[in-house]
């Protein structure tokens, strides 16, 4: 089958690989039907996470089961699931605490197993699923095309914005601000409206995605940054800060952002992978009473409560896809979204 | 009057001090019955925090309403109130949020209040209480004498502690771990019990502390720190972490021992004063998705519900006072808090 394997900076191939197979009996073998290019590969992509050697990549896909091994009980070949980020049992303790991403078992696409096996990535035609009945999460029916976006939106960025939404605690009446404009930040915009939030201000400086901030609930936008962007969300606010700021980039201006818009004793719920580690400024927590929480999205609890709303077509998080290829044009999907033109990268194999 | 001043490190002095009066029509003078030293006060004391000038010294007294200026509506005199630690409108929006600590009028006892009239401290004989219906709590009648400790550890102490249980969101069948044996750290352990945790696991060496713990709801004690420590707390949760690790002592070691205590997705409450602003490890914290909340205690927001409690007997804080002094002996209620020959110190005026 071809896969995606990264050589180094900007440098990303379709290539011939083996065919998965069934290596466990808690296996599956899963062909991708969509899979998607992760503001995190960008990472990998232009090198701030050297590659020290070529490897598959990708970990956000949808498909169908092709085969399951002999101790697979939930999943039968035929069945459209989507893939989280990660790979769980959702049995340990930390599944059932609602944390798949710190699951005892945990293992990353592309990488090694639990067991040590070689797993595939998701940007490639199929895939080996370790733990497949903890790992997946079936559809109530395969879904059409026009669902299809907003399904693979599940696999990461819409239960990553949640996660951002949940971890600051947002509900009912709550004034949040969301700190990036990529597909997360705007799904952390949806879920936000989803929770309940009664002002949210969306903080972005591109139009397209003002937009589409808007249209997921975004009651306010805000194109400063820094300490003109904390004044302006203030204003907004009557002079307070918010509820919950939602950190949807990682680095330490954003961060900063977050703490400085948040009102004394709110929250901030952060997902932006922490680049380079800028560490928190306790003594500010400590003044303010504003506090910090999130990390890895535990996608893999979200998905079926977000997948009722995606199926009912209460919220349609696959607008954040705006380019769609195919597989073997994976190296413009990459180029697509390194150069910010567009917001989300969808691949489809030809043999989806 | 009589007045504590601090001089410098290990010079606290009982001096002759202006009477205060009603200088605000919002103003109101209590005759302290009792006082007491708090931790952060062996700060100034050991001259980690320098005294530029001499200066009054103390936040934590209960006393009877003497006068009230016209302005006051809900206190009159002969009532017994209760002084949380900082002062406040308890109107402005972030005390109707609950963080009385960050008021728009938020001012220190000793120094000028928000108005820029200087503000008597608690370690003497009388005090002029600025803002006195926000700052002030009015017990139901006058406490006896036997009430009377654990009515004063409601102006810090056990609100701190209980800042650390609700920060991270301790609640019916919790597991916590407590680091810090302090009074902040065992009126936190009498916390999490207030609210339910399953089991409470107290950090501390000193015998007299344990035993007070235990007393106070802990269900484990672990003596060792670090590592060590880490290994033993999760040694008795079967491997896992706690759902909540309550930081009462505020160095960078104590804040890694409870960010290494929690469990995946768990939370930190911390309410020591971090010293020196030791910085969070935010790659710690995404990866582990442990949250970290909490800071300078809004205590005022406390005092109507514990001392409900406390009126009832249901929780006796005040067994954290090992040690009760006349006032004119507060050099030796620091000596003894710092030497750590006493948990905490109560003064009592010659008035009172």
Redesign the interface.
Known sequence: MRATVIHGPFDVRLESVPDPTIVLPTDAVVRVVASCVCGSDLWAYRGIRPTAQPHRIGHEFVGVVEEVGSEVRTLRPGQFVIAPFSICDNTC??CR???Q??CTQLAWWGEPDHDGVPSDAGQGERVRVPLADGTLVATPEHPGEALLPSVLALTDVMGTGHHAAR?AGVGPGSTVAVIGDGAVGLCAVLAARRLGAERIIAMSRHASRQDLAVRFGATDVVAERGAEGVAHVRDLL?G?GVDAALECVGTKES?QQALDSA???G?VG?VG??AG???????Q????????????A?VRSYIPELLEDVWSGAIEPGLVFDLVLPLDQVAEAYAAMDERRAIKSMLRPATA
Chains 1, 2 share one sequence.
């Open positions: 303790p930390h605490n609602g944390v991403t710190s971890s009557g307070l961060m009102r004394p004793g929250m952060f992978v922490p580690g800028p560490e928190l400024p306790v003594q927590m400590f003044s303010s009473n504003v506090g910090v929480r999130g990390g890895v535990s």
